[in-house]
């Protein structure tokens, strides 16, 4: 107990939580959002994942954010961003800071009165998603109508892999849900010596608003990004706005993630609250809303078509919509055989079976039931 203010101190970092990283990959597709457009703008709909960001850092001050745009030619990044925050001073006709007893900075009283982590995020996504539409032109928007989801995914990975591998080094971490954690005296002694030891709790939520049907030509790189998710323990969650999710139902189905379809968009803000908002441990004590019928189709390797009946090499599990050409796989080149394919099949009489023979030599025909003896 401390002398002079009779307080006891101790040492709160062994008892502090983990930090959770978040990860948002926002769909920036100006096709989609444009026919979304009546019912959620995409200026009010960055303003609700603005305010659902915020309240992921305000539940402990150690959480991270990262926000990832998945274009119609690339996948850029939002935040964190190369070019770092810089405070709007005042300029002259030659770039020179004005210096002439005005204010440096013109910030109004909200952004005064704001917490400094949300006020960069908030400046640095606004800012970045401006320079993003702005170099977008027609002709990119007429070439695709789908998101590089494959690469924003890929981006995801690489910076929770990053910041994990800084996290176990900075603080020695040993994530106890691996599957090679340790057992027995020494995870007793890992659990006893506090959060600090557990792991960079990661996750990845994802807003679509595009159909995944125009993104099959990336179906393999999105599945092995999936892959990567469910071996990485990290969950992946889906917030639909519109459109149809072939293969994000796939993915929040295979890491255990949340999955979403709201049905009115203007309440984007209450769906993240809610739903989205629950971290790992969170999780654990509430009933997550689930999907039942998660569409399992696969896109063909051949045309990039999601397919309900196909064709599977034998050798690769390459998937194809109709026979390959002179039977060789596009993927491995072995030569498949096919055979007749669309002839019908030959029907065969069915054979008739033999009765068995009793041991007395006799058919297999019942004994017939004796009567009653008649009366004398």
Known sequence: MNAVDASEHYDSSASELAPSLLTVILDTNPRAWAVLEDKLPFSK??????????????????????VIASHTQRAA?????????KPSHRRDADGDVQMNGQATTQLDSNQANMYRPF????????ENVKELLASTNASDIQSTTS????????????????RSMTWAETHGAVNLDAPHAPTGPSAAAVSTSGNANVGLQSRILIVSVSSSTD??????????GIFACQRLHVPVDVCKLSGDAVFLQQAADATRGVYMSPTEPRGLLQYLMMAFLP???SRKHLILPSRVDVDFRAACFCHRRVVNIGFVCSICLSIFCEPPENGDCLTCGTHLEIGDYGSKPAVIARKKKKKKARLNGSSATGTPTPGATPGL
Do not use: K
């Open 45 to 66: 709909a960055l303003a609700n994942i603005l305010v659902f960001i915020n309240a992921h850092l305000a539940c402990n001050y150690t959480n991270e954010i990262a």
């Open 77 to 85: 990044w939002l935040y964190p961003s190369f070019n770092q925050y």
């Open 119 to 126: 006020r960069v995020i908030e400046e640095q996504v606004t």
């Open 147 to 162: 998101t590089m989801m494959a690469g924003a995914l890929t981006l995801a990975l690489s910076h929770i892999n990053r």
């Open 215 to 224: 993104s099959a030509h990336q179906y393999i790189p999105i599945m092995n």
């Open 279 to 281: 971290d790992q441990r």
